[in-house]
């Protein structure tokens, strides 16, 4: 097989790992970074020398002026929030920012969406609430499957924008009827298309030669994973899922680059484990140390600003986390977050209705699982200051190499910090 240059970075857990400050890291000689899948639901810390930003839908390369940045053809794309978010960080990095091209095979994120997302969020009984973003992500990922969405691509074309609104809005007004929401007029959407053709049309581009090329002659290529395998729709805790596929398959599915050319995997977990919204969470904890994670680890939504649940890591779920990516290298991000902590837990294994499970089982069983820990001694040092492996305090090594064993995979890159410059290559 030949040698590619391409890694995908993905989250091994249900989102928020730290996957944008370990994008942001590896991609200071990038040549391209394409985000693959997801839409603004994302909240990708990154603090750099340009400042502290919250992406949300542009990849995490765009602090480097040489990395062309891609919003692939898996992702949905609301330009509303596109704009907000350039403006913002073109104030706040003093950079023009304007490595960044959409693929014209992304769906729109249109106001609709958005209605609908909080409308049927709303109908969910309490037990089955998702916790949605609200930012139109599901109805948009239904219209794509249902042959009725609108892509970038459809923006260039006004009297295809045209004839093509006019067929699926009649549909659209009768479900936001049924929910009791305002309805739209053609023109007006129309109008918002047009203005969104002004600002971007230049930017919406065919990504397969670009991408291609760059696969063939061994450029560095980054596939930026938005939220983690726990909220895969296919493989996560369906149905409180997110509507796309996060893992390393949704990469080649979402991103112009061929499965085979993904050559390195970079899983990315915290040293605990966080999770917002619905769905089981096995080793969620509900005392004092939840709250000690929460408030030391600043786990609050980037994107909601919602508290994160908390709990400590499930080596279980991490394993067939790595199996399932076909992870060749972990990122454990946060460490220091436990540099206090008297006694640290793993889950190694689960118990439910009496019988013990070794393995992850389906969201059904998982409501009903009583994990399983083993325990560890804390290293009771500050970490933050670490700057090569051998800077970590004994007890930290172990823990990484205790992980390392139960996962069979080796952790290469630990970070004490949230800044750029926060993190040991091993
Ligand atoms: P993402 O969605 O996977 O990119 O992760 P988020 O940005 O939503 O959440 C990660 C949070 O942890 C952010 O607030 C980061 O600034 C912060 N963070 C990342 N790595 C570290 C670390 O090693 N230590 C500490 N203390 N914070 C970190
Ligand atoms: P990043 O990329 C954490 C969660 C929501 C909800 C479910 C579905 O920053 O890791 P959606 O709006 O996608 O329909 O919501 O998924 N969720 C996230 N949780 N980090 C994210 O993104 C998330 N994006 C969605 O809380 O439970
Ligand atoms: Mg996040």
């Known amino acids: 097989m030949k040698k590619t240059n391409v890694t995908a970075i993905v989250g091994v857990q249900y989102g928020d790992e730290g996957k944008g400050r370990i994008v942001d890291y590896f991609a200071q000689d990038a040549d391209i970074v394409i985000r693959y899948q997801g839409g603004d639901n994302a909240g990708h810390t990154v603090i750099n020398d340009k400042g502290k930003f919250a992406l949300h839908i542009l990849p995490s390369g765009i602090f480097n002026p040489d990395t062309m940045n891609i919003v692939g053809a898996g992702t949905v794309v609301n330009f509303n929030t596109m704009h907000e978010e350039l403006e913002n960080i073109r104030k706040i990095s003093k950079m023009p920012i304007e490595n960044v091209f959409i693929d014209s095979r992304a769906h729109l994120i249109m106001p609709y969406h958005q209605d609908l997302d909080g409308a049927e969020e709303a109908k969910r009984d309490s037990s089955q609430k998702i916790g949605t973003t609200k930012r139109g992500i599901g109805p948009c990922y239904t219209d794509k499957a249902s042959r009725s969405g609108l892509r970038a691509g459809d923006l260039l074309d006004e009297e295809f924008l045209e004839k093509r609104l006019s067929m699926l809005l009649?549909?659209?007004?009768?479900?936001?009827?049924?929910?009791?929401?305002?309805?739209?007029?053609?023109?007006?959407?129309?109008?918002?298309?047009?203005?969104w053709k002004e600002e971007f049309g230049s930017f919406i581009?065919?990504?397969?030669?670009?991408?291609?090329?760059?696969?063939?002659?061994?450029?560095?290529?980054?596939?930026e994973g938005q939220l983690g395998i726990m909220r895969d729709n296919d493989w996560g805790i369906y149905p409180y899922t997110t509507s796309s596929n996060p893992t390393v398959a949704g990469a080649a599915n979402g991103s112009a680059v061929p499965a085979w050319a993904i050559q390195k995997v970079i899983g990315v977990a915290k040293a605990y484990s966080t999770s917002v919204g619905g769905g089981p969470y096995m080793t969620e904890l509900f005392d004092e140390t939840a709250t000690k994670l929460r408030e030391i680890g600043g786990e609050y939504g980037a994107t909601t600003g919602r508290p994160r649940?908390?709990?400590?890591?499930?080596?279980?779920?991490?394993?067939y986390a790595c199996y399932m990516n076909g992870v060749t290298d972990l990122?454990?991000?946060?460490?220091?977050?436990?540099?206090?902590?008297?006694?640290?837990?793993?889950?190694?294994?689960?118990?439910?209705?009496?019988?013990y499970y070794s393995y992850l089982p389906e969201t059904n069983l998982q409501e009903r699982a009583k994990p399983i820990y083993k325990e560890f001694d804390g290293w009771m040092e500050d970490t933050s200051k670490c700057e090569k492996w051998e800077d970590l305090p004994e007890k930290a090594k172990e823990y990484v190499l205790e992980l390392e064993k139960m996962l069979n995979t080796k952790i290469s890159y630990i970070s004490v910090g949230p800044k750029r410059e926060q993190l040991i290559v091993r």
């Open 170 to 195: 009649p549909r659209k007004n009768r479900e936001l009827e049924y929910y009791g929401l305002k309805t739209y007029e053609l023109k007006d959407l129309l109008a918002l298309c047009a203005k």
């Open 205 to 223: 581009i065919d990504t397969v030669p670009v991408v291609r090329e760059a696969v063939e002659s061994n450029k560095k290529v980054l596939l």
């Open 309 to 319: 649940r908390c709990g400590w890591f499930d080596a279980v779920a991490a394993d």
């Open 331 to 355: 990122a454990l991000t946060k460490m220091d977050v436990l540099d206090t902590f008297e006694k640290i837990l793993v889950c190694t294994g689960y118990q439910i209705d009496g019988q």
